[in-house]
């Protein structure tokens, strides 16, 4: 028995950058390390709907209940038309994680361009 520390404890890695990424532990006690800037298509929602998706996920780990408010109803009002993606983008960067630091947002994997061409197959 290891004593379950990771999940009774709040832990996070710090990188050579300073920025916090946190890890949890599932019921396997495997551990995913989650990275600090949040990852967003945001500015692809448009093109998505267009596309013809009708549902988009937003996975979330360790947000607020004020941010998680915000960021729901940031993306659904860029859907409906009545915010621009960089106005929910100003949004995301500004959500603070568990130890109350705000670390950004990225676009991820949506900036790599093979990964974007391969999606047009």
């Given at each position: 028995d290891c004593g379950h520390v990771c999940t009774r404890n709040n832990v996070h890695?710090?990188?050579q950058t300073g920025a916090d990424n946190l890890v949890?532990?599932?019921m396997g006690c495997r551990n995913t390390v989650?990275?600090?800037?949040?990852?967003?298509?945001?500015?692809?929602?448009?093109?998505?709907?267009?596309?013809?998706?009708?549902?988009?996920?937003?996975?979330l780990v360790d947000e607020g209940?004020?941010?998680v408010?915000?960021?729901?109803?940031?993306?659904?009002?860029?859907?409906?038309?009545t915010q621009k993606p960089s106005q929910v983008w100003e949004i995301l960067k500004e959500v603070k994680d568990s130890n109350g630091r705000a670390s950004g947002v990225s676009l991820?994997?949506?900036?790599?361009?093979?990964?974007r061409r391969a999606g047009e197959l």
């Open positions: 890695l710090r990188d949890l532990a599932d989650f990275s600090s800037q949040s990852q967003s298509g945001v500015h692809s929602l448009g093109q998505w709907a267009e596309t013809g998706v009708g549902r988009i996920r937003i996975e209940p004020t941010d408010e915000n960021i729901v109803k940031g993306y659904l009002d860029v859907l409906d038309g991820g994997s949506f900036n790599n361009k093979i990964e």
